[in-house]
């Protein structure tokens, strides 16, 4: 089992910066981490993917040179680093972890999920 709390959402002007953290427990060795949000009627959609090296990332197109997902093992915790918000990046954000270890987007590859954390940013 592997728990994941997330924390570090809020409100935040547009081109302002958040860092959302994602803190793990229990049996999370080669876990790989993503990070998805999801907004009011809307899908939840991949942001950002890390290895259980923190060797290998992925980004959303969306997201790509504004965002950076870092990970601290002696921590147990994921960072997403989001700069210059926009609007648009509005939503509840959550963490996953999967066992598969690869840098995937898709949703269904990850088997345990966080409880989410609001961002808002206005314009």
């Known amino acids: 089992q592997v728990q994941l709390v997330e924390s570090g959402g809020g409100l935040v002007q547009a081109g302002g910066s958040l860092r959302l953290s994602c803190a793990a427990s229990?049996?999370?060795?080669?876990?790989?981490i993503g990070w998805f949000r999801q907004a009011p009627e809307k899908e939840r959609t991949f942001v950002a993917a890390i290895t259980w090296s923190g060797r290998g990332t992925r980004y959303a197109d969306s997201v790509k040179g504004r965002f950076t997902i870092s990970r601290d093992s002696a921590k147990n915790t994921v960072y997403l680093q989001m700069n210059t918000l926009k609007p648009e990046d509005t939503a509840v954000y959550y963490c996953?972890?999967?066992?598969?270890?690869?840098?995937?987007?898709?949703?269904?590859?990850?088997?345990?999920w966080g409880q989410g954390t609001q961002v808002t940013v206005s314009s």
């Open positions: 229990g049996r999370t060795s080669n876990y790989g």
């Open positions: 996953a972890a999967s066992s598969r270890d690869i840098l995937t987007a898709a949703r269904q590859t990850y088997e345990y």
